[in-house]
């Protein structure tokens, strides 16, 4: 019952003791069906997720189906509601069997880690291609592949070994052409050439990484023209900022989407309520005025 209503959790905590603290928004593993990874070799070898998610592509299209239509009636002209995934095929890996564990695969036996991919890419597909049918315009794609300061893995790994498990995975999106939005935490920029090049119309940037303006700026210089950007302020300004500077960060922002017109505001990042406050508040009023000239 603790599952989000849409998406793939029950597949990733499969087997998996978990827990929550009162503030956090996602369930955390404490303890995962093997200790080493020794283990974890036996472990894949009886393990395949696709046995997890035994469903039709029909009947998770009827469920999909369902929450969009209600929630589009719901919210009608205000927004336009868009398909999520969030476990597209990292996060998967991360959550079931952890981020160091997919490291020492990734190096000691990549065969045995490209084999998990292929099978949860199966799963994974299966959701994407029952959310094309289910008449959304956009959809976003989730898949943490980053720390603050750059990815997890190589360039090159992610290109020889996600690429095209990726391109798998969205080509029921793509193939339709539904907007496909890509978001992940931390600093992916070095990624964003070849997550285009298989697909992707464009972009949620994180507040984690806390990209100076310049970041911002050479980044809609490079891809604003023609791509979609869903974009936060700036962490230290919302969090410590004065009066003024929340100002200028905020005209800042306004005067950047003007000059971009896909660039999406996609809220405060955590920080100082009054700060956010002012933020909003000259956000709203000066959008409003460009949405009349």
Do not use: C
Request: hydrophobic letters at 35%; glycine letters at 4%.
């Amino acid at each position: 019952e603790d599952f989000p209503f849409t998406d793939a959790f029950h597949v990733a905590y499969k087997n998996l003791r978990l827990r929550r603290t009162e503030s956090a928004s996602q369930l955390w593993v404490v303890e995962r069906p093997f200790k080493n990874y020794g283990e974890l070799l036996s472990y894949l070898k009886n393990y395949d997720p696709r046995e997890d998610e035994p469903r039709s592509t029909y009947e998770i299209t009827d469920e999909y189906r369902k929450i969009f239509q209600e929630y589009q009636e719901l919210l009608d002209e205000t927004t336009l509601y868009a398909g999520e995934f969030y476990l597209t095929l990292f996060t998967y890996l991360d959550i079931h069997i952890g981020l160091q564990m997919v490291a020492r695969l990734a190096r000691q036996n990549p065969d045995a880690l490209d084999e998990l991919i292929s099978k949860y890419a199966q799963v994974a597909r299966k959701h994407v291609e029952a959310w094309s049918n289910t008449g959304i315009k956009i959809f976003v794609s989730h898949d943490d592949i980053a720390w603050r300061d750059g990815l997890f893995f190589p360039v090159e790994w992610y290109r020889k070994h996600v690429a095209q498990w990726w391109k798998y995975i969205w080509e029921p999106i793509t193939d339709k052409n539904i907007k496909l939005i890509y978001v992940s935490d931390g600093d992916y920029r070095n990624l964003m050439e070849d997550l285009i090049k298989i697909g992707v119309d464009g972009f949620h940037i994180e507040w984690d990484p806390r990209f100076s303006r310049k970041n911002v700026e050479n980044l809609m210089k490079k891809y604003g023209g023609d791509k979609i950007f869903l974009l936060h302020p700036n962490y230290e300004v919302l969090s410590r900022g004065s009066n003024s500077e929340v100002e200028e960060e905020a005209r800042w922002f306004i005067s950047l989407s003007r000059n971009y017109p896909s660039i999406f505001f996609s809220g405060t990042p955590p920080g100082n309520p009054k700060n956010e406050e002012m933020f909003l508040k000259i956000w709203f009023s000066e959008r409003h005025e460009r949405n009349h000239t």
